[in-house]
């Protein structure tokens, strides 16, 4: 995921867009859709981001519609538990489960529609950052906004060793099925209990490792990062713009409007 997410990143169609306008226009249009009422802004959002991120960036569709797919399917489990332990008003659906009546009402359904648009708005916005952005100059955008620098450089950190530890434990676990590991229930949980030892040992020494290292490369402290120099053209800041007060038109324009 790692290669994936900064190969396009560094070779889509946006790429010498201004990174601070795109942390804008992705940053905005999530605050709309957690924020909207309704889930016909998040949806707008969704649809929206999505065709900037196939169209604009030149992200293949099979590789975004599959990076979807993961966020969609704990959305959709989250909304049917909503729908059906939640809500009042009429009884659109209803079944018996073990002597137990479980129906999905109208207030319900309205709140799990709402909670999958905005995840789906929120996830197709983020993505577009991920796929559009490098994660260096996200960072260097966020030292240019006066954040903490202890706070840049934790981040950078834990984001390029989640994906190292990863690695360690993808290779450990074929290791581990190549050997029968996995081969019943008392096996698998031996097996698990030893990844996890072996990679918090990794973790220790990949941590000392990363410390002689940057001493050698006298690090005092700090890392220094480059910011990009060429600002937003104006075209595209009026776009950004003209694209955030519509879509907190239609959220505002549509906060009385229910699905059903």
Known sequence: MHSLLDDYAHGNALRETNARLKLIFGLGAILLCVSSPTPIAPLFVAITMSLATLMLAKIPGRVYFRLLLVPLSFALLSAAVVAFMHGSGQTLFSVQLFGFDLGIREEGANLASLLIARTFGGMCSLFFIALTTPMIEIFATLQSLRIPQSVIELSMMIYRYIFVFLDQAAMIHSAQVMRLGDAGTKNSLTSFAMLSSVLFLRSWEQGERL??????????????????????????????????????????????????
């Open 211 to 260: 410390i002689v290292a940057m001493d050698s490369r006298c690090y005092d402290g700090k890392l220094d990062l480059m910011e990009q120099t060429d600002g937003a053209k104006p075209r595209a800041i009026l776009a950004v713009a003209i694209y955030l007060a519509a879509a907190t038109a239609i959220a505002v324009l549509t906060r009385g409007v229910q699905l059903l």
